[in-house]
């Protein structure tokens, strides 16, 4: 069954540097999302990421966070300048265009502690 | 925007008993309603979803009811296994993203 992988499973960084977090999604899909979840909490939208573009995201997601897609395979996160707060799951996920399109596929999960 | 409940935040059965989680949301244009099922430390798992022209759903064990009218949703596990613990999430769907409930925390004893 086709996955979204995540890379890495868990970052450990300074306060203040600076995190890229890595997904693969599943091949066909054409929208991206980054998720996050605080440990213990509900999960958060962040952003969503259609025809190279960002469609919609949440407060959550100021001018520290970025996303993109380099090169038609990677979907990346980049935190400028991890706060500690910035601790958290942060989870991939895309999905298919068309009458099923909710339905979100999630990846695995990027683990990021921010010390 | 939107904005999910869930009721309980903990749920506690009996080994075979059946379990309720409830939840209710804001925006009328929401349309899709997963329940994810989250074991420690895991990504959520969609388990069934239901879209605003059905009112109910089953998969076996796993229901789910739609009320529009009164924006809520349920969902009801029945003859509950130990294997049924973990953390359940309702989320809603709008515009171009799934906003998620707070969590259902719930545990299976046998």
């Known amino acids: 069954e086709p996955e979204v992988t995540q890379t890495p499973s868990h970052q450990v960084t300074q306060m203040g540097q600076e995190v890229i977090l890595r997904c693969v999604p599943i091949?066909?899909?054409?929208?991206f999302y980054w998720y996050r979840q605080i440990l213990g909490q509900k999960v958060e939208f962040l952003v969503s990421?259609?025809?190279?573009?960002?469609?919609?995201k949440s407060e959550i997601f100021d001018d520290q966070f970025s996303v993109e897609r380099p090169d038609g395979s990677n979907f990346t996160l980049k935190i400028r300048s991890t706060k500690l707060e910035d601790s958290a799951m942060y989870f991939c996920?895309?999905?298919?265009?068309?009458?099923?399109?909710?339905?979100?596929?999630f990846g695995a999960g990027s683990r990021l502690t921010v010390l | 925007g939107e904005n999910v409940e869930q009721h309980p935040s903990t749920l506690s059965v009996q080994e075979g008993d059946s379990a309720v989680i409830k939840c209710t949301y804001s925006?009328?244009?929401?349309?899709?309603f997963p329940w994810y099922k989250q074991e420690l430390g895991k990504r959520p798992q969609l388990i069934i979803d239901?879209?605003?022209?059905?009112g109910e759903k089953k998969d076996q064990r796993i229901a789910v009811t739609l009320n529009k009218t009164a924006k809520h949703f349920s969902l009801h596990i029945t003859e509950t296994q130990p294997e049924d613990s973990a953390v359940y999430f309702c989320?809603?769907?709008?515009?171009?993203?799934?906003?998620f409930g707070t969590g259902t925390r719930l545990q299976v004893f046998p």
């Open positions: 990421f259609y025809n190279n573009e960002i469609s919609e």
């Open positions: 925006d009328s244009a929401s349309n899709y």
């Open positions: 239901i879209r605003s022209n059905v």
């Open positions: 091949s066909n899909h054409l929208y």
């Open positions: 996920a895309s999905r298919l265009r068309g009458s099923g399109a909710n339905v979100l596929t």
């Open positions: 989320a809603a769907s709008v515009a171009d993203k799934l906003i």
